[in-house]
């Protein structure tokens, strides 16, 4: 079980990207079966206020050729906790062992998986609507003052305002299928 931490939500910090990008770029030790890796979550969107994790998307052919290959993320410092309660995806945490802080959250899935999608057609709306953007952070500090100290029920929370503005993003995106 990933232990709840406590909630602190930051400025944007334009260090993000680069810090996504590069583990992305270690996550190449998977080679093939690594098909795609997005940067996604509100550390993705610029100018939005974050908790300081970012939030990567790593799409592989297989699902389960991930998971029997999952030593090789623990090798660079993951730790994997299967699906940790969303269906098809695959969830690994990385933590700086200097800092002792959690700075990735990693969501795998096998390419074409909904939740994926749908996980970056959020992302797009959020990028694409800084209106929303702005309503999401307020929704954020709501939710931090009812749960500054656990992490897990502070994005609970969040969840109603997710799926209305989810909702719009599949239907912006032309997700017909979903939306």
């Known amino acids: 079980m990933v232990p709840s931490i406590p909630v602190h939500l930051s ?3 334009p260090a993000w990207p680069d810090i996504a990008a590069a583990h992305m770029a ?17 550390t993705s969107v610029p100018g939005l206020a974050a908790k300081p994790v970012v939030d ?3 799409l592989v052919s297989d699902i389960d050729e991930l998971e029997r290959r999952q030593s090789e993320l623990e090798a660079i410092g993951y730790v994997a906790y299967g699906e940790f309660g969303v269906p098809g995806r695959r969830f690994f945490t990385w933590d700086d062992p200097e800092a002792n802080t959690r ?19 959020f992302r797009d709306y959020l990028r694409a609507h800084p209106e929303v953007a702005e309503d999401y952070f307020h929704e954020k500090q709501r939710a931090m003052k009812l749960f500054p100290d656990n992490s897990t029920l502070y994005a609970q929370e969040k969840g109603a305002f997710i799926r209305a503005v989810l909702d719009k993003a599949l239907a912006w995106v032309g997700d017909a299928k979903t939306a």
Do not use: F, K
């Open 103 to 121: 700075v990735i959250n990693l969501h795998c899935y096998q390419v074409g998986a909904e939740t994926a999608r749908h996980q970056l057609a």
């Open 26 to 42: 270690r996550l190449g030790i998977l080679g093939p079966l690594l098909v795609e890796t997005h940067h996604i979550g509100s």
């Open 56 to 58: 990567l998307i790593g």
């Open 11 to 13: 400025h944007y910090d």
